[in-house]
């Protein structure tokens, strides 16, 4: 059975729906909430934050706060879009399968195939990083390619035992991050109050305007570090893929979703304003995490510890997220007759076996890349992240405004959890994405990812019709 043939007929009851489309798919409804709401979390929190925002700081300034809001305002919108799509049909393969009834059956398998080599793409990158940050404690005593083919054993294994395991282990990996940007907002918070530390003397909120105003490098650099601000927020659709699996989705999804506007203003927003009130923007470098320079100066010499196990924390729930997430696409499209029927096997306990094992294979190739070039291994593999991970966000903006002109007119039942300001937030949105794709090409650094997306392109546009032409009449090719 294909998780389309799952009956649509809500008549008002979402929890009803949810347990038609887990039977359909064959899934385990293990997630509870505690774990639904970490994942969600954890999602929102990455690398991205501890690594990246070092080399935004030094393009934007203080500006990078008010990027990172409007920035998360959006993401906002584009999860309370998924919601309004999950509440009308919640089932695993989410914006594959809503692309596929909502733009069209090809759109659908882009979709699908897209956001797949973005997870095996990311989990490549983040066991490499997860390598380079193990070199800390070790040193070079151990080889990086085999703290990358450990992690990447490893977390496969602790996938295919069971969903549960996978989201005690999102769980774990997220409370290590928000216990690290909480305490250190609480410490930026006492050094501005009570004035401990070595940098108590020039800590102030006056650091957010006095070097070069709150746009030292002009609204031009605050824009140009809007591809790394949304790199940051990749996966934060993550909880739409664990709708299958959810064992309450009609309470838990919309909790988890609505809770994104105080994780963005927490975590992002508010833990810059405290750093950058500590520490003047000036003070930062391009690498170098904000947190560990944070650190350095209040004379907390083990923070550059701290930080390491954090963002090896960070690299490993990203792997995670990818050796979860890859499986559950595949098998999407494997029901959907868009990729090969032995990817729809799941073991005993509801993984998907075969497309887990697949994915996890490629991921190797991770190991193989840190063997042969160690030094420059991420660099080889992060590029095509971005583009990749933004298409998704692309495709549930635009299946939540036709299905929101659908429902509109009576033709299907409306959600329980409708967008706010839809359609209009959602136009806004995409408007918004596409800004910071304009932003991409304009910038030599990120140029590359733009120059992968035809290429992808043109590799799934002959595959769909090469598979179209062995079966015009089937299923996985009609209109919906």
């Known amino acids: 059975?294909?998780?389309?043939?799952?009956?649509?007929?809500?008549?008002?009851?979402?929890?009803?729906?949810?347990?038609?489309?887990?039977?359909?798919?064959?899934?385990?409804?293990?997630?509870?909430?505690?774990?639904?709401?970490?994942?969600?979390?954890?999602?929102?929190?990455?690398?991205?934050?501890?690594?990246?925002?070092?080399?935004?700081?030094?393009?934007?300034?203080?500006?990078?706060?008010?990027?990172?809001?409007?920035?998360?305002?959006?993401?906002?919108?584009?999860?309370?879009?998924?919601?309004?799509?999950?509440?009308?049909?919640?089932?695993?393969?989410?914006?594959?399968?809503?692309?596929?009834?909502?733009?069209?059956?090809?759109?659908?398998?882009?979709?699908?195939?897209?956001?797949?080599?973005?997870?095996?793409?990311?989990?490549?990158?983040?066991?490499?990083?997860?390598?380079?940050?193990?070199a800390y404690w070790t040193h070079d005593s151990f080889p990086q390619w085999g703290y990358a083919l450990i992690f990447t054993v490893v977390l496969y294994l602790a996938n295919l035992i069971s969903v549960k395991l996978f989201g005690e282990l999102e769980f774990w990996f997220?409370?290590?991050?928000v216990t690290a940007i909480v305490g250190m907002i609480l410490i930026c918070a006492g050094i501005l109050t009570v004035g401990f530390s070595d940098a108590a003397d020039t800590a102030s909120v006056s650091n957010l305007w006095n070097d070069?105003?709150?746009?030292?490098?002009?609204?031009?650099?605050?824009?140009?570090?809007?591809?790394?601000?949304?790199?940051?927020?990749?996966?934060v659709e993550l909880v739409g893929v664990t709708a299958g699996e959810s064992k309450d989705p009609?309470?838990?999804?919309?909790?988890?979703?609505?809770?994104?506007?105080?994780?963005?203003?927490?975590?992002?927003?508010?833990?810059?304003v405290m750093i950058l009130s500590v520490v003047p923007w000036s003070e930062f470098q391009p690498g170098v995490s904000p947190f560990v320079a944070a650190f350095e100066k209040m004379g907390l010499g083990v923070g550059a510890a701290i930080v390491n196990f954090v963002v090896l924390t960070a690299a490993l729930s990203s792997c995670n997220s990818g050796m979860y997430s890859t499986g559950r696409m595949l098998r999407d499209l494997a029901l959907n007759g868009q990729g090969p029927k032995l990817f729809t096997r799941l073991t005993k306990n509801g993984t998907p076996l075969v497309g887990t094992?697949?994915?996890?294979?490629?991921?190797?190739?991770?190991?193989?890349?840190?063997y042969v070039a160690p030094g420059k291994a991420f660099d080889y593999v992060v590029s095509f992240a971005t583009i990749s991970g933004m298409w998704a966000w692309i495709m549930i903006l635009v299946c939540q405004i036709r299905y929101r002109a659908k429902s509109d007119r009576g033709e299907l039942p409306a959600s329980p959890f409708r967008a706010p300001g839809a359609p209009w937030s959602s136009w806004f949105a995409l408007a918004f994405i596409g800004m910071v794709i304009v932003m991409m090409g304009a910038d030599k650094d990120a140029r590359v990812s733009l120059y992968c997306a035809p290429l992808w392109g043109l590799l799934l546009g002959v595959s769909y019709l090469v598979l179209k032409s062995r079966d015009p009449q089937g299923a996985a090719f009609a209109k919906r």
């Open 357 to 370: 094992t697949f994915s996890a294979a490629l991921m190797l190739v991770g190991v193989w890349i840190n």
């Open 250 to 272: 009609a309470k838990t999804l919309p909790k988890a979703i609505n809770t994104v506007p105080w994780r963005i203003a927490v975590f992002y927003v508010g833990a810059l």
């Open 212 to 235: 070069g105003g709150f746009f030292p490098k002009g609204i031009g650099g605050t824009l140009m570090t809007l591809q790394i601000v949304m790199f940051a927020f990749l996966a």
């Open 174 to 177: 997220s409370m290590v991050k």
């Open 1 to 134: 059975m294909t998780s389309s043939q799952v009956d649509q007929q809500h008549e008002g009851n979402t929890g009803t729906a949810a347990e038609e489309a887990a039977a359909g798919e064959g899934y385990h409804r293990t997630l509870g909430a505690r774990q639904i709401q970490m994942i969600a979390i954890g999602g929102a929190i990455g690398t991205g934050l501890f690594l990246g925002a070092g080399k935004a700081i030094s393009k934007a300034g203080p500006s990078l706060i008010l990027a990172y809001a409007i920035a998360g305002l959006v993401i906002f919108f584009i999860m309370r879009a998924l919601g309004e799509l999950l509440m009308y049909r919640p089932v695993s393969g989410s914006f594959s399968e809503y692309a596929r009834e909502f733009v069209g059956p090809f759109w659908g398998y882009v979709t699908g195939w897209t956001y797949w080599l973005f997870w095996v793409v990311t989990g490549i990158t983040e066991v490499t990083a997860a390598a380079q940050y193990m």
